[in-house]
């Protein structure tokens, strides 16, 4: 049997060398994460993609697929959310395997298979030409998969697993073009990857490769109009691709369905244009491409990367490629026009195509693209560059091979020198001295490009020793120095990655067990039906360590009323200083159980000194004590004096909509200008609140009315305003300053203050502080000054009330809460549109307001114990309503004592049931309807691997 593998391994070693090579080389650069126990990722993967699959990962231990995430965001759909990769069949792998193991198993699994694909579409693309190249495909796949695009972005754990299907359907389909007796072989495969692709939880990557398969199409299809050919090749391809789009319909048709309803309640269905070329690729970056040390440099890759002013999130534009990739780029490109190498001259299109969507605002292609279904709902354009560097790296490798062949047939150290000398050095310091005589670069810049220049200049160095003077006779086989090559880019990239990177990959887990620490400490009073809010950096995994539910976390697909109720920022978190008017009308916390709020040592200090008992009565400053102007801008300023020496306003205007409708040409106008429907409210000149109208405008189609342009329709808007602290101005300046588009005007201002008094002991202060962070108590002494406090006055997680308050909308509740209209521990807000629900189910109900109903007992509570399942017994005499704080979405079911009962949505965000007389046994359950379909994408992947199967095992029986 040895002798049989050792013959085996020597009849196959040189066509499976590459991917040995490619296992060992993973293998050496990720090991000081694997031995460490560490997770592969920085910031993003523990926040987000962990815990998603951590969650997965629990429900697959009791053998289901779980459809609710109840952990950030007072809970929502967990199947919805694309990025969880709830079907994708390789995350399936977390039920057999540790979750951290499994993590890094599949992410390593990924890389793999990215180098490997990678080689093979290079390798394919190579032979057209050129004979015999796998070596030169090899050192292309390595330059990519070790390229820090790739590298910085393997805290993206579904970017990570999409490229190698992006990278496999670009192959399929230049074999599809060129072997049409496998068109069902072909479409059945790029059916399958598309499928794959999309389930791995990044559709962005999705859209730019069906982009980039569109283009080629259409360039192929040009060319063949040009050379006046026949459309064979690409209107072929067109309809493959078409057949292979519908039949890939079936595998993402339950990703979709379960997606799209959590999208249309989404915060960003609503601020489109706010993220809309968001992180776009500034042209004047090219620098840092030329320059191979500028972005992601030595001392420059942490996970922010260089500290430049005109980067926003520096990790986006982090594009540096290899030592070597500019001069053999322009080498490349000298050849495909010189020899006129037809097949590559499409490459050369698309990285000019991309690299304009990569600039976004900067050009106009993209705002063009704002119109194209799918393509208009994708923000970060800099993530364009996926297929920039793709291309750049295979038209560099055009330039490595002429490079070698040069040194094929130059013997001579003099000979190799003057070679390396005019193709490695002169090009590139020709660009620098354009670039330095013709640009206005910052002194920090420059001083940037050259400290990294010159410590790049240590590898150039080392690969021409290794030219010139060690293969000092004639190369009969590059494929040593092409080898070298490779080695020599990894150990620059570990080099680079791991020497100031390593640290920050393990960032998440020191974070982690600080904040378990805390939770423990804090953990007195059985916390873990509770709430946290969070003042200082999330670490999303301690909810699932510890079981406790975070309000301010990243999350994706927060809901515009939990946007509009909260007065969270674009990521979900909470700025000061709403933080801290959140704590001083501490009403809204509390009526939503966040029950521990976590603040730094400055934000204790300030919260502390300065947050003022409310007395439930607030007053309205008299109109004719506001002074109010309209400035030319359209902007509203108004001046009234701080009396009370108050920290905290509430403000409520009305906005009235004149409907308009909005041609094209208007809303790419707005677009250029970067006209966002954001409502700017200035204090003091101080604090900028910036508020997007689309979530507070409910579009309603008016009914009975034909001239819809000519329909109006007001809304009324109530926010809090916090001064900061600092500053307790004795005038007051508020300026209303809407950017919005034609039509949208606000009137019917008020404003109103609350009275200063001191703090009693049931609310925050020194006394209801339940842990402090001291050296004894954490683990790394940055996380030190960090205080837990208990906020008193919070609601439980299930309780009932004794009476309901019918409001007609949630702005409407919103008022009532900040204006302390109500005591959440005894009423609940039901909106109108609720009430045929209850009416139908509970005939004695009509006048739900008059009632005043008893007290439920609440008993042996399962929150969640079991995926998607609260449970609890409740005993009432007549009748009781209970309310869990726990998000309302269509899809949840209850039953009490085997009966369904209707779940009821309450203040505005939760979910209420109304109970009857006696002792009952309640079961909520998430079940939406496309529960009983869920089997679907692992049966049509199933199907289809068949079907790829059988093609493969039929065809050589036909020729």
Same mark, same amino acid.
């Given at each position: 049997m040895i002798l049989n593998f050792l013959n085996f391994l020597k009849n196959n070693l040189k066509k499976y060398r590459f991917y040995l090579f490619f296992i060992i080389i993973d293998l050496l650069f990720f090991l000081p994460v694997l031995i460490n126990r560490k997770i592969i990722g920085s910031v993003d993967a523990y926040n987000q993609f962990y815990p998603y699959l951590l969650h997965l990962h629990d429900g697959l231990k009791q053998f289901t697929i779980p459809l609710w995430w109840q952990y950030t965001a007072l809970g929502y759909p967990f199947a919805g959310v694309v990025q969880s990769g709830v079907f994708y069949p390789i995350n399936y792998l977390y039920f057999f395997i540790h979750p951290l193991y499994g993590y890094n198993l599949v992410l390593l699994l990924h890389f793999l298979f990215l180098q490997i694909v990678t080689f093979h579409y290079f390798d394919y693309l190579l032979k057209k030409y050129f004979s015999n190249k796998s070596e030169l495909a090899f050192l292309g796949s390595i330059m990519f998969s070790f390229s820090l695009f790739v590298l910085v972005r393997l805290d993206i754990y579904p970017f990570i697993l999409s490229m190698p299907y992006s990278i496999l359907s670009l192959l399929i389909i230049e074999k599809m073009k060129d072997e049409k007796d496998k068109s069902l072989f072909y479409i059945l495969s790029l059916a399958l990857t598309f499928g794959l692709l999309f389930l791995c939880g990044y559709p962005q990557l999705f859209a730019y490769t069906l982009l980039y398969i569109f283009i080629y199409i259409v360039h192929l299809f040009i060319k063949e109009k040009i050379n006046k050919e026949k459309n064979e090749h690409s209107l072929i391809l067109l309809k493959n691709l078409i057949i292979s789009i519908i039949l890939t319909l079936p595998i993402i048709s339950i990703q979709?369905?379960?997606?799209l309803p959590l999208l249309d309640q989404s915060l960003r269905k609503y601020t489109k244009d706010f993220f809309f070329n968001q992180h776009s690729y500034q042209p004047e970056m090219l620098i840092t491409m030329i320059l191979p040390y500028v972005f992601g440099g030595m001392g420059k890759i942490d996970y922010f990367g260089p500290d430049n002013e005109f980067v926003e999130l520096a990790r986006e534009y982090v594009n540096f490629i290899s030592l070597i990739s500019i001069p053999t780029f322009l080498?490349?490109?000298?050849?495909?026009?010189?020899? $006129?190498? $037809?097949?590559?001259?499409? +490459?050369?299109?698309?990285?000019?195509?991309?690299?304009?969507?990569?600039?976004?605002?900067?050009?106009?292609?993209?705002?063009?693209?704002?119109?194209?279904?799918?393509?208009?709902?994708?923000r970060?354009?800099?993530?364009?560059?996926?297929?920039?560097?793709?291309?750049?790296?295979?038209?560099? /490798?055009?330039?490595?091979?002429?490079?070698?062949?040069?040194?094929?047939? &130059?013997?001579?150290?003099? *000979?190799?020198?003057?070679?390396?000398? $005019?193709?490695?050095?002169?090009?590139?310091?020709?660009? %620098?001295?354009?670039?330095?005589?013709?640009? *206005? +670069?910052?002194?920090?810049?420059?001083?940037?490009?050259?400290?990294?220049? =010159?410590?790049?200049?240590? %590898? /150039?160095?080392?690969?021409? +020793?290794?030219?010139?003077? %060690?293969?000092?006779? $004639?190369?009969?086989?590059?494929?040593?120095l092409i080898i070298f090559i490779a080695i020599l880019v990894v150990v620059e990239k570990t080099f680079l990655f791991f020497s100031q990177h390593y640290l920050n990959l393990s960032i998440g887990n020191i974070a982690i067990k600080n904040k378990e620490s805390l939770l423990r400490g804090s953990n007195q009073e059985n916390i873990e039906y509770n709430y946290f809010i969070d003042s200082?950096?999330?670490?999303?995994?301690?909810?699932?360590?510890?079981?406790?539910?975070?309000?301010?976390?990243?999350?994706?697909?927060?809901?515009?009323?939990?946007?509009?109720?909260?007065? =969270?920022?674009?990521?979900n978190r909470l700025p000061l200083p709403f933080l801290y008017g959140l704590i001083q009308n501490n009403l809204i916390l509390s009526t939503f159980g966040v029950n521990r709020i976590v603040l730094t040592e400055e934000n204790i200090n300030k919260v502390i000194q300065n947050i003022y008992y409310t007395n439930f009565k607030t007053f309205s400053i008299k109109q004719e004590n506001l002074k109010t102007k309209t400035n030319p801008e359209n902007s509203i300023e108004i001046k009234f004096n701080n009396t009370q020496n108050s920290n905290l306003f509430i403000l409520e205007y009305e906005i009235l909509k004149q409907q308009n409708k909005t041609n094209i040409s208007k &809303?790419?106008?707005?677009?250029?200008?970067?006209?966002?429907?954001?409502?700017?409210?200035?204090?003091?000149?101080?604090?900028?609140?910036?508020?997007?109208i689309e979530p507070l405008i409910k579009e309603k189609v008016i009914e009975n009315t034909k001239k819809f342009s000519n329909a109006s329709q007001s809304q009324e808007i109530v926010d809090h305003i916090t001064i900061p602290f600092f500053s307790k101005a004795k005038e007051i300046t508020i300026l209303i300053n809407p950017n919005l588009e034609e039509g949208i005007t606000i009137k019917n201002i008020k404003i109103y203050s609350y009275p200063p008094n001191k703090i009693p002991n049931l609310y925050l202060n020194n006394s209801s502080k339940v842990y402090e962070i001291?050296?004894?108590?954490?683990?790394?002494?940055?996380?030190? *000054?960090l205080d837990i406090y208990k906020n008193n006055n919070s609601c439980p997680i299930i309780y009932s009330i004794k009476n309901v308050k019918i409001v007609k909308n949630i702005e409407e509740f919103k008022k009532i809460l900040l204006l302390w209209e109500i005591n959440p521990l005894n009423t609940v807000c039901i909106e109108e549109n609720e009430l045929e629900k209850i009416k139908k189910e509970y005939q004695f109900l009509d006048e739900i307001e008059k009632i005043e109903f008893n007290k439920v007992e609440i008993e042996n509570i399962e929150f969640f114990n079991k995926p998607d399942q609260i449970s609890f017994t409740a005993k009432v005499k007549d009748k009781g309503i209970v309310v869990i704080n726990d998000s309302f979405f269509d899809g949840w079911k209850c039953s009490a004592n085997d009966k369904e009962i209707p779940v009821i949505k309450a203040n505005g965000l939760v979910k209420c049931i109304i109970l009857k007389d006696g002792i009952n046994k309640v079961i909520l359950k998430f079940e939406p309807f496309y529960k009983k379909f869920l089997f679907l994408p692992f049966l049509f992947i199933l199907v289809y691997i068949v079907g790829i199967l059988t093609e493969i095992r039929r065809k050589p029986n036909t020729r």
């Open positions: 979709l369905i379960s997606t080498i490349g490109i000298y050849r495909i026009m010189k020899y $006129k190498y $037809k097949e590559y001259n499409f +490459l050369i299109l698309i990285l000019l195509i991309f690299l304009l969507l990569s600039f976004g605002k900067y050009t106009l292609v993209s705002y063009l693209l704002y119109f194209v279904p799918f393509l208009s709902d994708l970060v354009p800099a993530r364009n560059m996926f297929f920039v560097d793709l291309s750049l790296i295979f038209i560099s /490798l055009i330039g490595i091979d002429y490079f070698l062949r040069l040194l094929r047939y &130059k013997t001579g150290i003099f *000979n190799r020198l003057k070679i390396f000398t $005019k193709l490695f050095l002169i090009p590139p310091f020709v660009l %620098f001295f354009i670039i330095f005589t013709f640009s *206005n +670069l910052k002194t920090e810049i420059i001083d940037t490009i050259i400290k990294e220049t =010159i410590l790049g200049s240590f %590898f /150039l160095i080392i690969l021409s +020793l290794f030219s010139i003077a %060690f293969l000092f006779q $004639k190369i009969k086989k590059y494929q040593v200082f950096s999330i670490i999303n995994l301690i909810s699932k360590n510890e079981n406790t539910r975070i309000i301010n976390i990243y999350d994706p697909f927060v809901s515009r009323d939990y946007y509009y109720i909260f007065n =969270i920022d674009w990521g &809303k790419l106008k707005k677009l250029i200008l970067e006209k966002n429907n954001l409502l700017q409210i200035n204090v003091n000149n101080q604090y900028l609140i910036l508020r997007s001291t050296k004894d108590n954490v683990d790394n002494t940055t996380l030190q *000054n």
